[in-house]
């Protein structure tokens, strides 16, 4: 609007509406009659988040006993824009079932552009599961894979948080905390000093070790504390990341960010409680529920042994499945071969939103991030709810 409107008073500027409605309807009169499909809203947001698209398997490594690091180019196209500590979502096709699995990016930021840019994923299977052991045993380089980025809310804001960043991980929650070293040897997170306190059981157990030290070797601004629980020979840092390992190295003013395990997660959520850290200095990615349902707070441990039927409304069809009371939701649906997308995994995101017609369920409240209207009125998250009895639910139509 080319005039701008001044303040003169509470009636005037209340009547002052008029004045707006005319100057509108002036502007629709003298429109174009043709349609204008350009919105550059629309557009960006399809440029920032594009949906799946394929992805090639470039490269291939071993970033420690037991993990794999999967490097990917886009097939056309390139990479959408991301952060360190978002993630990607992989639509994969296991046997007769259709998964989509999320995995942080472990490159930095900067990698992804240009003509040869890519992104890497880091994978550990330390024991057996579905989609770690398809990626070790199936996937090779040259492959396509579908993928999905970025998303996630689990990342360095300089708006919010301090330039002192203290990294709490464990396991392969290293991966988003490597990438952020990565952006900052590279001076894209400028007058910023990372420190990763990282808790592994042995050292063979340490992930993407030698990039570590490379790229604290690299950059001064980067140092990496591994803390080792169980391994004799281990000349560092012992036992696990508690108030007094935390102290030692936090430095001035830090900002805690954690990824890695519930169980890990519970024990540093308390130590930085006995720290007296504010909870606008603690911020934590997704914290993924535990594979054995009885560690959810909560979960009837009786509920484990029992099966139920869930039968299934999308749109106009209806199936009726089996679902373990040990299984969430959506890996029954999964199991049954029933597209329900899922991204986080963890009842963040709310891309599996589905409603509870009749039965009852427990949702975990770990990373519950339901909106206070959809419990009230019955829906759920598939990824992080349990059948407690049969079901009747709707989910949404892929």
């Known amino acids: 609007m080319s005039k701008s409107i001044k303040v003169k008073g509470f009636f005037k500027d209340v009547k002052g509406i008029n004045r707006i409605v005319g100057l509108r309807e002036g502007n629709r009169v003298k429109a174009s009659a043709e349609p204008d499909p350009k919105d550059f809203v629309t557009d960006m947001a399809h440029f920032l988040h594009p949906g799946y698209r394929d992805v090639k398997v470039v490269k291939i490594r071993s970033t420690s006993p037991t993990s794999l690091t999967f490097r990917f180019r886009p097939v056309e196209g390139e990479i959408p824009l991301f952060q360190s500590g978002q993630y990607v979502s992989f639509r994969l096709k296991i046997g007769e079932s259709i998964l989509t699995r999320p995995y942080s990016i472990s490159s ?27 990626f070790f045993n199936n996937v090779k380089e040259g492959d396509i894979l579908s993928a999905d980025l970025p998303f996630g809310s689990f990342y360095w804001e300089p708006l919010r948080d301090t330039k002192n960043i203290v990294a709490l991980a464990g396991g392969a929650g290293i991966t988003p ?73 936090a430095g001035d003013n830090p900002t805690f960010m954690f990824c890695g395990p ?123 709810s349990w059948p407690l009895s049969d079901l009747t639910i709707r989910i949404p139509i892929m």
């Not at 040897?185 to 157990?205: N, P, Q, V």
């Not at 030290?213 to 281990?234: M, Q, R």
């Open 262 to 384: 519930y169980k890990m997660f519970t024990f540093v959520e308390k130590a930085l409680k006995e720290l007296g850290v504010p909870a606008r200095r603690f911020r934590h990615d997704v914290v993924n529920n535990p594979s054995d349902a009885k560690m959810i707070p909560g979960y009837p441990a009786e509920n484990q042994s029992k099966v139920f039927k869930i039968k299934v409304m999308r749109g106009l069809q209806e199936d009726v499945i089996e679902a373990k009371g040990s299984e969430s939701v959506a890996v029954a649906l999964e199991r049954s071969a029933i597209l329900i997308d899922t991204h986080c995994r963890n009842g963040e995101c709310g891309m599996c939103r589905s409603q509870l017609l009749s039965g009852d369920i427990f949702v975990s409240p770990i990373g519950d991030g339901r909106r206070m209207m959809d419990k009230e009125m019955g829906w759920f998250h598939a990824c992080s």
């Open 177 to 249: 905390f490597c990438s952020m070293a990565g952006e900052i040897a590279r001076g894209k997170m400028k007058g910023c000093k990372l420190t990763i306190l990282y808790g592994s059981a042995k050292e063979s157990d340490i992930v993407l070790k030698d990039d570590l030290e490379a790229l604290e070797k690299e950059c001064p601004d980067i140092k990496v504390v591994n803390v080792i629980s169980d391994d004799p020979g281990w000349k560092g840092e012992k036992g696990f990341i508690g108030a007094d390992i935390i102290k030692k190295y």
């Open 108 to 134: 930095a930021p900067c990698d992804a552009r240009g003509k040869d840019g890519f992104f890497e994923v880091t994978i550990r299977r330390n024991v057996s599961y579905l989609v770690p052991d398809y």
